[in-house]
């Protein structure tokens, strides 16, 4: 223990600095076209979320597969999108009820057609005093925002009123979050909610309104026959969540962290260089990891710190060697996008333009 | 219903878009004073964790108060802060085994007076490489990273066999976050640790050991006779983790985050327009809310989504209209402020330049 001669080595070879996210663009490209074949054969249009990717190649891909515009959640990611979405012809959905000023939402009108979310008189005067069109959102058993659906004829009638353009309405099933039945449960109360928010909007001389609603889980159990589209996000990339609903198999993950196992000192866990700054804190109470490491099967990311995961290694289950670099399937793809600045796309770099665009 | 005469207002003067993080200045001078005179009064050195803050300016403030130096969680953050530790002569500790490479530390190390945390020999390896000192990073029960205390007196050898100057050893007592006697529990054990560790170190040499601990929650507990320094991180925001754990009292929080009410449609509850993305989705399980509404007590912020929280509005309890700004506590405010790029502090803007500087 004297000489560098027996010196233990560190294992990994270092390309890039863990942990950080990478894409696989196969995977990517193939989850964008299969989503968009599947709402093509239901007769639905595609106007994919882009909160989960934020990035500007990604929506690209997406107008250009076929995508009717795209949904954002706040103006500021409708700003940084807005050039991309007006080159491909499209129009955007701020597919909540917007909390900005009639004057940015004017600016934003200008620059690309827009459709914001509304829930209520206020929301529906200041799209007037902006002059861009409305959405009307209607709750379909979240519980969160939007009207109940038979509100929604008089929100229609009071945007004419006014002179504002109603597209449709819309809602999100986020109720399909959940186990067993939830995710089909969740698609029969959407089709019932917008189903009857339309006959609203038909009373009030909206013709042929777009019945929006969608997401990844409820995605395969849509009713074709009510919805006009569709505003899934997670498909892209797919991440925890989405396995453990069955709403993902594994060969659909595009996304993963890569990290490097920096501690192996306690038997039966070794400990990551990738914590909550990176994959993000959010686990459903149907989920009972922090993560997922596809090349080590029987292991539970049991523990999670602003930097580092614990992972647990039951008696019997391969772990990795201390240097050793790792990948992990994080449980909400979004919340770990949101997180970082970067993606490593096979051999290319792509910013995540609107990250942190919360305003 | 026709014109715009009887069209409900919004409420609020939108001066900026909400949600964005606010920090008073008076109040973070002062938690910056407060803990510098305390570890003061205990014969402590304080080497604050920029981790929660990630900003230049405040690590200005904790050094020209009297900080001996600066703890960091990543090589990422040493290199945003380099120049400002050594424009004050001091030093930078990356509080945790660091999985960099011997080259970028090196070149970190001609940048700044670097002391690169070590639990094994091929950390120590690196930092030999390198040319940085080390810190031996021992646990105190926290059961992440870190020897047994009794193994520092071999890895202290280790080191020196290589040439590697040993400051000391550094333990993190994680489990101070806990309720009833955690965080003196926390802090005792804390004092175990470091004191068996330094037996070992002086044993292999090394005279006047530094012995580092500390963390907000278990500060109050400090021994002062065993550690030498404290390292805590979240004391110049406060949040509402450290509200729940009695550490820290409602006048200390410095930093809140900037709501709007976007919705009041469901009877006992509002939503805001900040969600995850912005108050962050830690939880532990002795707190139950998602954060806390200073101006609104009673309330509960039940559910969070990306951009929404849903807050709970008992019978009897004030609520705000719709449209009005309301300020939330975070649960972890290290969370929050890595997920956003700017503090609006007073009137000034305050970069959060090591945002996201994982790696």
Redesign the interface.
Known sequence: ????ED????KAV?V?????VRVDPETLRSNIAAMQHFCDSQGLALRPHI?THKSIEIARLQLSEGAVGLSV????EAEVFADTVAEHGADVLIA??????AE?LGRLGRRVRTIVGV????GI??A?DAGVAVSIEVDSGL?????PAEDARALA??SR??GVTVTGVFTFP?HGYGMRSARRDAASDEAAALSRACDGLRAAGITDPVASGGSTPTAAFVHGDVLTELRPGVYVFMDAVQLALGAATPEKVALTVRT?V??T??PNQF?L??G???L???RPGFVATHGLLPAYPGTRLA?L????A?VETPDGVDRPM??EQVNVVPNHV??TV????ELFVGNEVWQVAAR?H??
Chains 1, 2 share one sequence.
């Open positions: 223990m004297t000489g560098s010196r233990p080595t560190w270092a890039r600095a863990t942990p950080y909160k959640a706040t103006v500021g909540y009820p917007v909390a900005a000023s940015r829930d209520s008189r206020e005067g200041r007037a519980g969160r925002t939007g009207v009638e009071y009123s006014l986020g490097t920096i501690s000192a306690v400990v260089d990738a909550a700054k990176v993000g804190m959010d523990r710190w602003e930097h580092h614990v201390l240097g979004c919340a949101n997180l970082v600045d942190g919360n305003a």
